[in-house]
């Protein structure tokens, strides 16, 4: 049978080549998507202060999640620095040296904050022993005055010993004196600069001096560093705090805080994203071999009627599949790794990776991709298959020649059922099922609709047709051999609409949902702070004590310090226990009517103290909340709490969906430091006054910075953007997929017809009319797929509408529209053109006698 199938393929290379051409790409897709699965379970980055310890222990970052991956906690999860004795006590331990960092900001000679392009970071002197540092000029500090800079620190801050530099803590300035200059470990700092003070003043400075952000651990000469972890997670097992130890390349996950977070965010985006991806390559793959096997319906039907068993039909058509879909699958999986590579460039460039973060390049995604490519080829290549060698001989030969005036029932059946169960899932489940579920939903339910749609295509595509009929016949012979063809291979044509509608639903859904939340968030955002100024800060945040200095200006009225950070909402989904990063906010309830409004819809934020919480509507319904309910959360550090719910809100797109008091957020974030300040002046008579205060204030303090509402509010579009990038570059790719196997499938399409082209010559018909004929059939199919694909659009988009504001009519702009639907008529009009005018190169002669 492999014998018969290879000189199939070598004797039928059109239909090949498209099917190699859809596998080919569809394995890159799945490959690049695996790649960064992989990178997100396995990635890291050389560790630079702690790069000299044998051991470092730290705080467990990862929440475990039940039939789920880890999520990581946005904050450092810090230890008590008791530990230290304990580590201290086991065997093989040289030395412990517990380790606080605090974030910091330089100023330049002038007063001004000092850009130096990546953190700047406290530590006590202690530490330093960890890189290790070594002190190239000077000597330690000694004094809560005095200071160490990193070498290339005091360059780029114009220092040198017996120099004086300003530091800050959030907006606290303070002077110290440069005591000695510190050369860097061989690992060097690329992510960050340095500088030592004394082990109290860092402590000081931390405000926790009971905590450590890491304990570093130096080993015996001798000892084995693996040995040595297990032995101290060994002594550390009866902790009533969870603690995580590191060794290796593992240790710059504890030194570097966003790398966890950009694997977690690695590991969601490419589960989810490689899901759907997985279902739209064998969705195409399996139009494009559903077009080749119908083209060969006459060769089939005559294999049928000398005896050739259903079986030997599904045994030829399956041989065939496996040699062209394993070559596809194989050549494609390399490009796959580039396409992984890109991506990471495109999300570093946006922002929501690391520029250093690095790519896993694991065989396993690849020989992943190969396997599934090949399964699900073969399985469309059986469905595809299906009806020709079921039917009885007579009856295939009759409809090689004709198509079947109708569908199947079950066919008809199941497709209308699809189409049923899609719109359900668009727009039943946000009304029934609130929260995250109901986003899903509404997301899913595109392909499931264009599964359906796909089923009745050639129906559709007749009811086109019967549609435009008295249109295209007024073309005279063309427009009458393009409704003649059209009405007839219904079932070819259909191949082609599928993946054009594909890509204009994508495209149209993915487009309209971000422009919905996007113009929601910017609305809530804009209207909901009333504020007249804003404070900021360029460094690591606001002082705890400036809202204080802020409220006795005259003419202040009411100061509101805010807080960012996400927390964990724990709940339960379906049957089982899960977690959710909400976007979390800490304000002060004192005023917060004259300078913030949330929209609260149940209860009040006065009672927003101690251990409260107000929640989005979003943020209650997934987790089946309500005033009154508790709350189990995790906040920033990973401590859980149990809080009361006393409001819901409608803004939370505009400013987080959890919102807790100020204390009780940033005494659990990593600086606790504010955001911004939130300024209202007492009357309109005195906002000029406040505003003139306000900006001698930055003048006096580094990195602060006055902003107008609307200055602030367009700045905080920032995150927005940066999650609309995230979806649309990973879409983009699945998309750009789609468009090649529109083009792919269309020019596969046309070429095939090349002998009833040259059959059509012979009769009289000229080339000109030939070529009017397929201009209008290629009208029918656009229009066809155009339809198809907004019908197919618009119930997810409104559903994703209804799961995220709330609101039935999303946000469409019709330029946006106009140009997607355009785009697909040109891609559609020119790939039917092109294929069409490169069949008729040949004489007409020749090629009736080359074959279908």
Request: with cysteine; aromatic share 6%.
């Amino acid at each position: 049978m492999f014998d018969i199938a290879w000189s199939t393929v070598k004797n039928r290379k059109g239909g090949f080549i498209a099917a190699f051409i859809a596998v080919f790409c569809g394995s890159a897709v799945v490959t690049a998507c695996g790649v960064l699965l992989m990178s997100g379970l396995l990635s890291g980055v050389s560790p630079e202060r702690y790069a000299g310890a044998s051991v470092m222990v730290g705080g467990d970052q990862t929440k475990e999640i039940t039939q789920n991956f880890d999520l990581h906690y946005p904050e450092r999860v810090s230890l008590p620095a008791a530990l230290t004795a304990k580590v201290g006590k086991v065997s093989g331990v040289r030395a412990v040296v517990g380790d606080r960092t605090v974030g910091m900001g330089i100023a330049d000679p002038r007063g001004r904050a000092l850009d130096l392009g990546h953190p700047l970071y406290g530590h006590g002197w202690a530490s330093a022993a960890l890189g290790p540092f070594s002190l190239a000029e000077g000597r330690e500090p000694r004094s809560g005055k005095e200071v160490v800079l990193d070498s290339a620190l005091a360059r780029k801050a114009g220092a040198k010993v017996g120099s004086t530099v300003p530091l800050s803590v959030g907006t606290t300035p303070s002077s110290y004196r440069v005591v000695g200059l510190a050369a860097p470990p061989k690992a060097g700092l690329e992510r960050q600069s340095a500088v030592f003070l004394t082990d109290a003043r860092a402590a000081e400075l931390s405000r926790r001096p009971d905590r450590l952000t890491a304990i570093g651990v130096l080993a015996e000469p001798g000892t084995d560093a693996d040995a040595l972890a297990d032995r101290i997670e060994k002594a550390l097992a009866d902790s009533p705090e969870d603690v995580a130890v590191y060794t290796g390349t593992q240790v710059g996950d504890l030194e570097f805080l966003d790398m966890g977070q950009s694997r977690g965010f690695l590991i969601a985006l490419s589960a989810s994203f490689g899901g759907t991806a997985l279902a739209v390559v064998i969705f195409v793959v399996s139009s494009t071999l559903g077009l080749a096997v119908h083209q060969r319906r006459r060769e089939l039907a005559m294999l049928r009627a000398i005896a050739a068993s259903p079986r030997e039909i599904h045994s030829l058509i399956g041989s065939e599949i496996l040699m062209v879909a394993s070559v596809g699958a194989l050549l494609g999986a390399a490009p796959g790794f580039l396409i992984a590579g890109a991506l990471r460039d495109a999300f570093a460039a946006v922002g929501v990776l690391p520029g250093d973060f690095e790519i896993s390049y694991n065989p396993a995604p690849a020989g992943a991709s190969v396997v599934l490519c090949v399964l699900g080829a073969r399985l469309a290549g059986f469905i595809a298959a299906y009806r020709t060698a079921r039917i009885q001989p007579v009856e295939a030969l009759r409809e090689s020649q004709t198509e079947p005036p109708r569908l199947g029932r079950v066919r008809l059946n199941v497709g209308r059922g699809l189409i049923v169960l899609g719109l359900a899932a668009a727009i039943v489940l946000p009304l029934m099922i609130p929260g995250q579920m109901a986003i899903a939903g509404a997301a899913g339910s595109l392909l499931i609709l264009m599964f359906g749609c796909a089923l009745i295509g050639p129906q559709l595509v007749r009811i086109t047709t019967g549609l435009m009929a008295p249109l295209l016949r007024r073309f005279r012979v063309s427009g009458y051999l393009a409704a003649a063809n059209t009405g007839a291979n219904a079932h070819r044509l259909s191949s082609a609409v599928v993946p054009l509608a594909l890509g204009a639903a994508m495209a149209l859904m993915q487009l309209s949902t971000l422009s919905t939340v996007e113009a929601t968030a910017k609305q809530q955002a804009a209207t909901g702070v009333l504020a007249d100024y804003v404070l900021t800060s360029e460094a690591t945040g606001l002082s705890p004590d400036l809202a204080e200095t802020v409220r006795s200006v005259p003419g202040v009225g009411t100061a509101t310090p805010v807080a960012r950070s996400q927390v964990m909402l724990n709940y339960l989904e379906v049957d089982k226990m899960t977690a959710r990063l909400f976007s979390a906010q800490g304000l002060d309830p004192r005023g917060l009517d004259r300078t913030l409004d949330l929209d609260v819809q149940e209860g009040s934020l006065n009672a927003l103290s101690g251990d409260t919480v107000a929640l989005s509507w979003m943020a209650a319904d997934t987790a089946g909340l309500g005033v009154g309910d508790a709350a189990e959360v995790n906040l920033g550090d990973g401590v859980e709490k149990k809080l009361k719910v006393v409001a819901v809100y409608g803004n939370g797109l505009g400013f987080g969906d959890v919102t807790l008091p100020h204390g009780a957020l940033t005494a659990h974030t990593t600086d606790q430091l504010s955001t911004a300040l939130l300024v209202k002046a007492s009357s309109a008579g005195d906002r000029d006054r406040v505003g003139k205060a306000l900006t001698g204030l930055a003048q006096r303090t580094p990195a602060l910075k006055v902003q107008r509402p609307d200055e602030f509010t367009a700045a905080q579009q920032g995150q927005f953007a940066q999650q609309s990038w995230t979806n649309l570059i990973a879409n983009s790719l699945l998309l750009l997929y789609v468009l090649i196997a529109v083009v792919n499938t269309l020019v596969m399409a046309t070429a095939a017809r090349s002998r009833e082209f040259a059959m059509l010559r012979l009769i009289g018909t000229s080339r000109r009319q030939t070529l009017r004929m397929m201009f209008l059939e290629s009208w029918v199919v656009v229009v066809t797929a155009i339809a198809v694909g907004v019908f197919i659009a618009v119930p997810p988009t409104v559903g994703s509408s209804l799961a995220m504001t709330r609101q039935a009519v999303p946000h469409v702009d019709p330029l946006v529209w106009a140009g997607v639907a355009g785009f697909i008529a040109l891609l559609g009009w020119a790939s039917i053109a092109l294929s069409t005018r490169s069949a008729l190169r040949t004489r007409p002669i020749d090629a009736v006698y080359t074959g279908e």
